[in-house]
């Protein structure tokens, strides 16, 4: 018993040495999502152009579709939003979740959803429309949930309302048919 | 050319080092003396060749030679000359060349002063620190070359230095932790050598305890200096992060600190060797995973240098050789070895195990925070992050049992401790403490109870009882004035030392609970009152330095109408770099720092501004200080430079 307990030590490291190494093989910066094949968090939203219409999880069941998170302040959103349209117009349902940059009530000026409203109006004018409909998320409630950690995100949200997949970063025709039409069309099929 | 010949350098760096690693261990198994004695020279070329080829990048850094692929990455002709020669250790590949130089500077000092040990002994050590030194050297010349060309093609200017290393502190900061982490491989290379040899005793053990000293107290001065230096320069006023590389230089310090103490167990008792040779063995090891995590890219962090899974590769497998060799050997030796000495329950080799123990534990804490992201994510459960309030907490509670036991520690006699004799100048400090840390606590604006009052409470006991303990030893050489010059280097030296840590608990205690942070908005001519203090802006105009721009704002700091200070805080951009730095104006006394950071420029030709008002922040540094200098003088004690003659003779 005394004898082994000297090599304590040296199975410890081997341990280590085995982590370390397999560590080596992979991305220290790719973050697994914790919200994959969970239901959707619960929410009360209100639309972004029609205050008064609240968005639920229950409103959004039925059709799988993308869960764009975005923001006009955003250049690599606005970047995408015309293939998200072209996407769109393929029959591609993609709802936007309206992420709002964080106000400091000592520096900025109070949040206006006039001039919010007329941003987005104007922005989707010029660059496309791919949005059914945008969720102003202004307590960013719902993005915290989903563990979004900046703009653009998108997950694909099936027709239960389970989240079966979270991509960070823009979508371009690449992501798109390498990475997410896959997913896509495996979680469309009835 | 120089640049040839610096590589040239390395090389025969190299070659020294590999007979240094083979000549004298093989010496030392066919008892050939002579080829014992090659080591010395070897040692000492070796250290001379590294010191040439890092003479030779220095100087393609100072001629701006922008063939060479790391200076034209890492410097620029506009950069300060000062900065050139410290660009010289900020990359990747020149931080290799420097922890190289220091590890043949290290081997090159044993060489140099050990002459009072046996030759047999000698030639082991020093073989096997050559063999760690091929080790780097080959990675280095093949795995990072600093003076890899770039020809034909190459460009006309430098992209810079990273701004960040572009500091008074980061001069410094590099080369003190490189010669701590380095350093702990002389006790390595001294407890394998005794793993070999099979001989551990209170010689042993004296021999080890400088090397060790000297190390931790390298350690401790770049880990300071890296937490002013990170203070001073990102902007927000924090000095510590619990960063994965941050921690990587923490986890040798703890096991280093629990070195030097079981060492003294060791010296002076005869017992906790396996114990002892294993921290010996772990506090390099521990380097040697730190040098792997920032090297690697196995984690994020601000410090890690660019990643490359070849050198990650490489770094392993050495990793496996160096510490899975020296862990295989421990434990197949170890179990020969024997304690001779017996001791009771409550006596100080109890404390010092005890001391040990958190030691460990809270190494042990740093280390799986630190991973356990890594093992989770490997594991294939998803990936985590483990933050400051884990680390905070946790090292909360290690704190209060570590501090207690160390107010006691100095004050218990080895072997056994009648618990009597001991009540009433422990009650005496107990006292002395409460009193002087309320006292503290009522001198403060808002009296603010728990943190700050347990950590003053914990210094004052930790430091009245270290002072009144030398007092008491003193007074046994007769008289206080007879006994100054009497007691030891070395009982000074550990003083001092517990008086630092002192120093440093009430200073991270006081900082936590009392900072105030105020983010304002600024027009010049505004005054905004924090902690008392009015901070009026003056005036904020254009910067133009050698290799940056960007803005400069004065500020007028008085307290009750009478003028404190005035600050200068900046906001740099480098041109080459395109990166934004904050250059903190810091105003520091011993009680508080008045810290100001200069933000974003907001509409209304205003600025926003970080003004923080940070009560003992200094003495956190003060007491990494006290805690350097108590290793200082331990170095003095007289002990370890007696000759140890008759020893020698006994074992020739």
């Known amino acids: ?190 | 050319m120089i640049a040839e010949a610096g590589q040239l350098a390395l090389t025969f760096a190299f070659a020294l080092a590999l007979l240094l690693a083979l000549v004298p261990l093989y010496g030392s198994f066919v008892a050939n003396q002579r080829m014992l004695l090659l080591a010395k020279p070897l040692a000492l070329g070796q250290f001379i060749f590294c010191l040439l080829a890092m003479l030779a990048l220095i100087y393609a850094f100072r001629t701006n030679d922008f063939t060479v692929i790391n200076v034209a990455q890492n410097s620029s002709s506009s950069l300060p000359w000062y900065y050139q020669i410290t660009a010289s250790f900020g990359s990747h590949e020149g931080s290799m060349l420097l922890w190289v130089l220091m590890l043949a500077g290290w081997t090159a000092l044993v060489a140099q002063y050990s002459k009072a040990l046996p030759l047999l002994l000698q030639g082991r050590i020093l073989g096997i620190l050559g063999l760690i030194c091929v080790g780097f050297i080959a990675f280095s010349l093949f795995m990072s070359n600093p003076f890899a060309r770039s020809l034909p093609f190459f460009p006309v200017e430098g992209r810079d230095l990273n701004p960040l290393l572009q500091d008074f502190g980061m001069i410094l900061h590099p080369p003190l932790l490189y010669m701590g982490y380095v350093g702990f491989a002389v006790a390595f290379a001294f407890a394998l050598a005794a793993l070999m040899g099979g001989r551990f005793d209170s010689v042993w053990a004296r021999w080890v305890r400088p090397w060790a000293l000297a190390a931790w107290l390298f350690l401790t001065l770049g880990i300071m200096l890296g937490s002013w230096w990170a203070y001073n320069e990102l902007g927000w006023g924090g000095w510590w992060f619990w960063d994965p590389v941050e921690n990587a230089s923490f986890m040798p310090w703890l096991a280093g600190t629990a070195l030097i103490h079981s060492l003294a167990v060791t010296e002076k008792r005869g017992t906790f060797k396996s114990w002892t040779v294993l921290l010996a063995l772990a506090a390099f090891a521990l380097s040697l995973v730190g040098a792997f995590l920032v090297r690697s890219g196995v984690l994020v962090s601000v410090h890690s240098f660019a990643t490359d899974p070849g050198r990650g590769m490489y770094l392993l497998v050495f990793l496996l050789l160096v510490v899975g060799g020296s862990l295989l050997l421990y434990g197949s030796r170890m179990n020969s070895v024997r304690s001779q000495a017996r001791y009771q329950l409550f006596s100080r080799e109890m404390l010092l195990w005890g001391n040990n123990i958190f030691l460990l534990t809270a190494c042990l804490i740093v280390f799986l925070g630190t991973l356990f992201p890594l093992f989770h994510k490997e594991l294939g459960l998803g990936s985590i992050s483990i933050g400051e309030p884990f680390f905070n907490q946790m090292f909360y509670y290690l704190t209060i049992p570590f501090a207690l036991m160390l107010g006691l520690g100095p004050w218990v006699r080895w072997k056994q401790q009648q618990l009597m004799p001991l009540i009433k100048p422990m009650a005496m400090v107990l006292i002395a403490a409460l009193m002087l840390a309320l006292g503290t606590l009522a001198l403060m604006q808002s009296v603010q109870a728990n943190l700050a009052l347990l950590g003053l409470l914990l210094g004052a006991w930790v430091g009245v009882s270290a002072l009144a303990e030398v007092m008491l030893r003193l007074k046994q050489f007769g008289s206080v004035t007879n006994g100054i010059s009497k007691l030891n280097a070395s009982h000074y030296g550990m003083t001092l030392a517990h008086i630092g840590f002192a120093v440093l608990v009430i200073g991270v205690a006081m900082t936590k609970t009392y900072t105030v942070e105020r983010d304002v908005r600024m027009q010049e001519g505004d005054t905004a009152v924090v902690a008392g203090y009015e901070f009026t802006l003056q005036d904020v105009y254009e910067l133009n330095g050698p290799n940056y721009g960007g803005q400069a704002a004065e500020l007028d700091v008085s307290k009750a109408g009478n003028y404190v200070t005035h600050l200068h805080a900046e906001k740099r951009f480098y041109r080459i770099q395109k990166t934004i730095m904050t250059e903190s104006a810091v105003h520091a006394r011993l009680s508080r720092d008045l810290y100001v950071s200069l933000g974003e420029e907001l509409p209304g030709n205003a600025w926003a501004m970080r003004i923080q008002v940070k009560p003992f922040v200094r003495w956190i540094w003060l007491g990494g200080l006290l805690m350097a200098l108590g290793a200082l003088l331990a170095l003095c004690d007289k002990r370890y430079r007696r000759k140890l003659t008759g020893y020698n003779q006994a074992n020739a």
């Open chain 1, 1 to 190: 018993m005394r004898k082994i307990i000297f090599y304590a030590p040296l199975a410890l490291f081997l341990a280590l040495a085995l982590f370390l190494l397999s560590g080596l093989f992979s991305d220290p910066r790719e973050r697994a999502s914790a919200i994959i094949d969970k239901p959707l968090p619960n929410f009360a939203l209100a639309d972004l152009m029609q205050p008064d219409k609240i968005w639920t999880p229950e409103a959004l069941t039925g059709e799988t579709f993308l869960l764009n998170v975005w923001g006009v302040w955003c250049p690599t959103c606005n970047a995408e939003l015309g293939y998200l349209t072209e996407l769109r117009q393929q029959g591609v349902n993609i709802v936007g979740l309206y992420y709002e940059l964080p106000r400091d009530p000592a520096f900025d000026a109070p949040f206006d959803l006039a001039v919010l409203q007329q941003d987005v109006a104007l922005k989707l004018q010029q660059q496309g429309n791919p949005y059914q409909f945008n969720m102003l998320d202004l307590e960013r409630s719902l993005s915290l949930d989903l563990g979004v950690s900046g703009a653009p995100e998108t997950f694909i949200v099936d027709a239960n309302g389970i989240v079966r997949a979270h991509h960070i970063g823009d979508i371009n025709p690449q992501v798109w048919r390498t990475k997410l039409a896959p997913l896509y069309q495996q979680w469309s099929q009835p």
